[in-house]
């Protein structure tokens, strides 16, 4: 028994979502990094981007939000095509760590490896691998392209954010050089961790940008 979802269901459910949750004030903003503490906590916004090409978007979704931790997915896809998921797990790892995405302790704890690309350490350590190694106007090129590739458009970096968080990032700084310490870190530490700081901050328009894909066939029961 063939069953086809149809555009009309999605947006269906897309709108009951926001509904659902676009008054929910659960959680707060991350008031370590000075810029995210001062957005309108009220902001909510879906955008969805169908297999065909058209976007699906309810409440803020034209805001420009940063995408943050978003970029760690982003990257590591990006090492993966560039060195394949052996050398990746064995330069990086991917193990959740069992503490928070910041933790440094986690790296006291497993020091032979970053634990996986989706936290900090692992993020940091994935992008000192981007290749050309050394290079930082070329590493900084090839996030972009890779960025552009998977989001439909190019990112445009949000400057206040950036400085915002480069002028509060301690902790990632200690995580940097820890790395190095432990000989995980694969480019000069200071640039690996500059790139890792603009990457997470970019927002990337998915208006009218949206790469369209071959639709797979249709599920069966």
């Not at 969805?48 to 976007?55: P, V």
Request: charged share 20%; hydrophobic share 40%; proline share 7%.
């Amino acid at each position: 028994m063939e069953r086809t979802i149809t555009i009309q269901q999605i947006k269906d459910v897309a709108q009951e979502a926001y509904n659902l949750y676009k008054d929910n004030t659960d959680g707060k903003n991350a008031d370590y990094i000075p810029y995210l503490a001062n957005i309108d906590p009220k902001l909510f916004g879906i955008s969805i981007c169908l297999m065909n090409g058209e976007i699906i978007q309810l409440g803020d979704s034209q805001y420009r939000f940063g995408i943050e931790s978003v970029s760690k997915v982003l990257t590591a896809i990006l090492v993966l095509r560039q060195y394949g998921a052996p050398k990746v797990l064995e330069m990086i790892g991917a193990d959740a760590t069992g503490l928070p995405f910041n933790s440094i302790m986690a790296i006291l704890l497993e020091n032979d490896h970053p634990s996986t690309p989706l936290v900090n350490a692992g993020a940091i350590s994935a992008n000192s691998m981007v290749q050309p190694v050394g290079n930082s106007d070329a590493k900084w090129k090839a996030i972009v392209d890779n960025m552009t590739e998977l989001c439909g458009s190019t990112p445009q970096l949000i400057d206040e954010l950036y400085r915002s968080e480069s002028a509060t990032n301690f902790n990632n700084r200690s995580i940097a050089w820890l790395l190095k310490n432990y000989n995980r870190i694969y480019d000069d530490p200071d640039m690996s961790l500059d790139l890792y700081t603009p990457a997470s901050v970019p927002w990337a328009s998915l208006q009218n940008s949206c790469p369209s894909v071959e639709p797979p066939s249709p599920t069966k029961d």
